[in-house]
Every structure is written in C-alpha cells, then in structure tokens.
C-alpha cells in the first residue's frame, strides 16, 4: 500500500536523524545497563505501621472530600446500604464479578436496584445513579485508588459516566508510597489502569476547585480492616 | 523544514508583544492571581516530600538517559504497542502529522472529533487542519473549551486559560452557548461546561488526545488529567488518535513512579491529579476498537543534536516555570506569540523554530533562576538561554538579533565608561544635560524616561528609566567636603 511506504521511509528518516543527533545507533544492552544505573535514593517504601497507613489514606481521601469509612470484613453489605441510602441512589450498575457479599440484597438493600454491566451502552451508564466497584490497590501517601480492567473493577466506561462511585478497598491492598504501587502493578502493567484521587475536579476558573465536571462528583470509599 | 505549526513567524517580537500586554491590567491581575495560588498549593504539597531533590535528580537522570537512547525506547515503544493492537506512524514534521490524522479521522468515518487537552495539537495547530477538511473538533478540557468558544489562544502549558476571569468566561458560554441566565459562580459555568459537552461525549465516535508519557516497556501509553473529559476521550469513542512528540517516552513503567510524584506537585499543586490513565494497544472488551499513536518529530531531533540545548527535551509539561517566572507574571504567555509560554517557551520555541523567528524568546527573561529552581525535572533554563543567544548572535547579523548584537556593543562601551572616573563623570554630566527633553514626571513627581535614542533604544523597549538624580553621590559627597560639615 502507497501509504505502507510513506510511513516506512518517514519511521527510517526520524531514526535517522536520531542517530546521527546521538551517534548512532543505541546497543540494546548497552542502554539497559545505563537504566539500571540511574540513581534512585528517593524513598521506595513507607515506614509507617499499619495503622499509620490507613489513617494517611483516610486522611488524604478526606481531603478530596471523598467519604471514608472502616467496616469488618462481615459488615460490607450493610455499610454499603447505608451509603447508598445517605446518598439518595436508586440505581447502582455493577462490573462482571464484584463479590456478591458485598452486595446487600440480603441486608436489604432499601430498594436499590444492581444491575450487571455486561457491555451497556455509554447512554445506558449514563441513566445510572451510581457505581460500585473494588480496587487492585491503594496508595496512602496520595489518596489515590488504582482500578484495572479485571473482574469486580470492570470496564473503565462504567466507573466514568455515572456521578456517584462507592469504592470497596481491602485494608491489605493498601500501600503507604507510589513506587511500593508500581512495584505492586509490574505485574499486571498491560492492563488498562486508571489512577482515581478524588472525584473529579477542576481549577480553571480562578483556581477555585470545582467536583466533578466530567467524572463522578461523588466519591465514597469503604475500607474493609 | 521541520518546526512548523506554531505561531511565531506570524507573531510580534517578545518585546512589542510584552509592551502591549503590560497595558491590560485585567490580564496581568488574573495572571498573577492564577499564579500566586498555584505556587502557594505547588509550595505546600512539594515541602512535604522529604525525598523531593532525590526525585529530582532521579527524573533527571531517567530523561536524560532516554533522550540518549531515543532510538532504542522508541523502537521498543513501537514493537509493543503494535504487538498490544495500536497502529504506530512516524511523523517528520507538522504538516506530516496534521496529515496523518486528518486521514485517520476520515477513515474512522465520523466528521466530528472530541479533542484532551494537547499543547502538541496546539503546536501544529491540528484544529485548524481538522476544520478544513470538514472535520469539526470538540475540545472537551473545560480550559480549552473557553479558549475555543471564545476564539483565542492558550496561554499556560497546564491552565490555558488562566487569563481569562470568571465573568469573562460567563459572557463566553452565555454567548457560545445560548444561556442569558447563566450564573457567574465557577459551578453554574462548570455544570453549563457539562451539560454542553456530556452529549457530545456519548455521541462523537473518534477522539484525537495527547500524551504526557509512553511506555517503551510494555507500549503503554500515559495521560495524566483532572475532570475526567480525558478518560471519557479515551474510554467511549470507537477510534482513539494519539499524538506525541518522540520525546514523550520513558523506558520502564516502573519509571512512572518517579514522574507521577513530580508532575501533579508541579503542575496544579496537587498530591496526585484525580485522574491517569494508562492503556496499553487495545481492549476488545474495554476501550476503543482502533487506537492510533502517531510519533512527531517536529524539530525535536535539531534539539536533540545540540549537546547544550539537548536538556529542553527533558521537560515533562508541568507549567512550574512558567508560574515562576516574574517576566511571564507580569506579561502572560499570549506575549511569547507561541502555544509554549513562560520560560520553556522561551527555549523551546526558538528552536522548534530553527531560529528562524522567535529569536527575541531567549531574550525574554532576567536570568534569575527561578526557573531552575522549581523544574522538576531540573532543567537548567538560564544555561540554555544564554546558549541559545549565543546561536542568536553568531547566527544573525540582520532583524532581531542585530539589535541585541547592538546591546552587546553597548555594554563594551558602557565598560569603557566604567573604567574610567574622568570618562564617567564626563557622561554623567552629559546625560543630565541630554535627558532634560525625555523625562516625564508621573503622579508622585518622578521622572521617567520611556524612549531613548539610537543604540540605547533597545534598553527602553522594555523597560522605563528612571531620571538621572540631579546631584550625585560623588557631587554631594564632595561638596560636602569642602563646606566641612
Ligand atoms: S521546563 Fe521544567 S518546570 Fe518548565 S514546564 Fe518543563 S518540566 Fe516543568
């Protein structure tokens, strides 16, 4: 195809003229060794206790005005129905494999409807009132909640269009500084990833921050201890 | 050549464009006002990190290491992404890249686009390409939207429209967008900003992003944002278009947890921006169907082959400099006649350009350092300013830099004058006697002189000076001498 090679002799002219601003061509191992020898004396782990941890993220998410509570592991699903009712939801869309416990059908769920997102539409979410997902992770030191498109997290659509997100985050999956995150998410780096701190907010009007112009503009974390 | 799209060539020089600037106090008043809160927050969020200089250097070091082996992480990049489902073009210049994705938007069958928030877009000043090929683009980044509907330029790489206060972004939206009852609170204009664009989000099937990073690792791509128009771009459209600079990659993704910590602090002051997003090719249940990533060089490989000016493609976008700077606070960025203001405009402009306009840029600034201080990614900004005026200088002889060669023949005679009491006094004497006829008092009684004459001409395009005392201090202490008090 015509534009195959247009492409290709512009890839082979940009290489080019990189090589020749760097001296040639890079040696594989060469640049590998250099990464490994860039300095890092930054902190990589926290060295706070446990409790410390939680409490940092508490607060951080705090000052997000994000809502924060504890509960034990038992007491998801009637947590859960209380912040919904404080919220005044009807309607929560839930992602493919959210543990059913956390649900509260059996605590009573005060009339609210879950429904599965098995592929709704963008204007189906958006006649949601909310959604409730888990998290692979959570970072104290930023109040930040990493979500990853796997089971119980869902697609990143669904956790975007609705105003409201409840966040189940379990007190173990929660580190205290971001590279402790990123060593946590090597794993796992190919899968769409999305960085939640806060709802969604903006400061282009006379640096007053606003909640909420495109994303959720409420946000809820229940932290399972 | 290469570094086309951006405005200077059409712009004013930096100094007649600043000298109009400095008449519009509601400008410099939002300016400064903007500033000052960003530098407060950047202050307070940076003084808790106790490790903050050894991200610093960190950063440093891993952008310093990418740049040499470009080629190597940008051919890792693309291998990956491609493997992950992403289609990888190459761009030489503006007009290449503007091409490739106007034939990708027609492709993707839709005549609309929804548009992040890309100073690269700016740059090659893809907007313009879009509409006249019939392709209309929705900016979606509530800053970017004002510029759009109001019809002017960006003036800040991170707040593009923090010149603009809240009653002037009312009179926009109520004009753009037919609301005569809008309110002037900053939540009336960011739910009318929702409202508006809400519909546009669920219907537009092609968004065109920027990136603020790739991955050479794992082909991922980065997008760092606060309100969520980003995901929404990123996440509901059929087809994504991305558009980087080649400078955009970083080697690992573990390299992410150093530029995640400086960034956001840097940029809006902020622990972590409420929203990254990072994708790799794509999703078949998640995201678009069709990801494009198109690499631009722009100039950028000109930048790269000077040793001394190489450190400009470090920068990782954060605007500190900019809200540092006290020439860009009392100017704006509109002044610097390019999508790249402030301080980093000043060095990064001239060279997209290849000096060939702009060439006032390196000139815009007082040296001071500040810039330095609060790069992250410790860019030493002085340093290639005065590389670059040094190009200036041996590069020219004509226009711009002719007139600063003047200044540089100034300064030899003013050093001539210096060394010499008898010379100096001679030209004091001279001076009060020839000022007489430029001095202008002001309200307070003070005279200023706003215009000198031939080669000195150049000191007062921008700045004012003060009046020659009438007594010196070398005349009163003398005479005081002789009355033997
Ligand atoms: S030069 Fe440094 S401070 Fe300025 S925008 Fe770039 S990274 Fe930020």
Known sequence: ?225 | MSGVGLDPKTAPTFPMAAKAMLGDTQLRKNVRHATDVIQGKRARVVGEMPDWQELREAGRQIRQHTMKYLDFYLEEFEANCTRAGGVVHWARDAEEARGIVVGLVKASGSDEVIKIKSMTTEEIELNTALEAAGIHAFETDLAELIIQLGEDRPSHIVVPALHKNRQQIREIFQRKMNLPELGERPEDLADAARMFLREKFLRVKTAVSGANFLIAETGGVCVVESEGNGRMCLTLPETLITIAGIDKVLPRFQDLEVMLQLLPRSATGERMNPYNSIWTGVDAADGPRVFHVVLMDNARTEILADEEARQTLNCIRCGACQNACPVYRQTGGHAYGSVYAGPIGAILTPQLQEMQHAQSLPYASSLCGACYEVCPVKINIPEVLIHLRNRVVRQNTAGVAGFFDVEAGAMKAMAMIFRSERRFRAVQRLGRVAEGPLVHKDGQGEGWIRWLPGLLGGWTQVRDLREMPKETFRDWWERRGDNGN
């Open chain 1, 1 to 225: 195809m015509a534009t195959d090679t247009v492409t290709n002799s512009t890839r082979d002219e940009v290489l080019r003229r990189i090589r020749a601003a760097t001296g040639g061509t890079s040696d594989g191992g060469v640049a590998k060794a250099g990464w490994e020898g860039i300095a890092r004396d930054y902190r990589r782990k926290g060295t706070r206790e446990r409790e410390g941890v939680l409490a940092l993220l508490e607060d951080r998410l705090r000052d997000y005005d994000a809502r924060v509570v504890r509960v034990a592991g038992g007491r998801v699903a009637q947590s859960v129905a209380e912040m919904l009712a404080e919220r005044g939801v009807r309607r929560m869309v839930v992602p493919v494999g959210l543990p059913v416990a956390w649900l509260p059908a059996a605590a009573g769920a005060g009339g609210v409807e879950f429904v599965v997102d098995e592929g709704l539409s963008s204007g189906d979410l958006d006649d949601f009132d909310g959604v409730m997902t888990g998290a692979t992770l959570a970072i104290a030191e930023t109040g930040t909640f990493v979500l990853q498109s796997v089971a119980g997290q869902g697609r990143r659509a669904a956790t975007l269009v609705p105003d409201y997100h409840l966040c189940v985050v379990r007190a173990e999956d929660v580190v205290e500084t971001v590279p402790e995150s990123m060593a946590q998410l090597q794993r796992t780096a190919g899968l769409a990833t999305t960085f939640v701190s806060g709802p969604s907010a903006t400061a282009d009007i006379e640096m007053t921050r606003i909640k909420g112009v495109h994303g959720p503009r409420f946000l809820d974390v229940i932290l399972i201890v």
